[in-house]
């Protein structure tokens, strides 16, 4: 086969598997290098004559562009910059130059990326685009809960004294009907889908670290307050002494 296609070099697997990564790595260098040249000569070139000179050299305008804009980005981010040493596909590569900066560095701090196909690289971008939005509307939620406190917060001051209390009680009161909301919800269905899931070693260690951290917040939170724990006032009598400290 070798001399069938004039190929002259050792016939090794290992040299064979290197020389491959080595081309590969040039496909995307040779991508960024004449995307340079082409923005310097669109700077050389007089206005309109840029497309005709594109069309001289072979280039549609649409690929022209892509590899200007590769060029571009790829000088002003060190993770894009990291990554095409990486990527082996040019057209995954190109790839990556569509999407923000902050997306490509969940990418660029994984080791694996040098030998995932071009399948793996826009399923593992999904998943980075994905955690992003994810996290940026947690974010958004916090500070549209902030915001709303600090207008109810406002709001409460300038009440009277016993309307504030009173006001600011069925804030809490709502606050907490959430977490609960949350625990009895969200936290017990995700209990539930561990609880279902194959047994492993260290399940129920997992599950009871989650409980823990929960009650141990809510300890916390006792202990700066120093509230007592009602937590098991179920009978009347016990009940009505806790009425009665409140008071």
Do not use: C
């Amino acid at each position: 086969m070798a001399a069938q296609i004039g190929y002259q070099g050792a016939v090794t697997v290992g040299t064979l598997e290197d020389e491959i990564r080595f081309y590969q790595r040039r496909t995307v260098e040779a991508i960024l290098e004449t995307g340079k040249r082409l923005l310097v000569l669109r700077e050389l070139t007089p206005r309109g004559e840029f497309d005709e000179r594109l069309g001289l050299l072979g280039f549609s305008r649409r690929t022209a562009y892509r590899f200007m804009q590769a060029a571009t980005k790829t000088a002003k981010s060190a993770n894009l910059a990291l990554l095409s040493t990486q990527v082996k596909s040019a057209s995954a590569f190109l790839e990556l130059v569509t999407h923000d900066d902050d997306v490509l560095e969940n990418l660029a701090e994984m080791d694996e990326v040098e030998k995932m196909s071009a399948s793996e690289l826009r399923t593992a971008l999904r998943e980075a685009r994905e955690e992003k939005g994810a996290v940026e509307k947690v974010l958004s939620d916090k500070n549209a809960a902030m915001d709303k406190l600090r207008a109810q917060v406002k709001r409460i001051e300038t009440l009277p004294a016993d309307e504030a209390l009173e006001q600011t009680m069925k804030e809490a009161t709502a606050i907490t009907r959430d977490a609960m909301g949350a625990i009895r919800g969200g936290v017990r269905q995700a209990l539930v889908a561990l609880n279902d899931a194959p047994d492993g070693a260290n399940k129920s260690v997992f599950m009871a670290g989650l409980i823990g951290q929960i009650q141990a917040d809510l300890n916390a939170l006792r202990e700066e307050f120093n509230l007592p724990d009602v937590s098991n006032a179920a009978d009347a009598q016990l009940a009505a002494e806790v009425a009665q400290w409140g008071k």
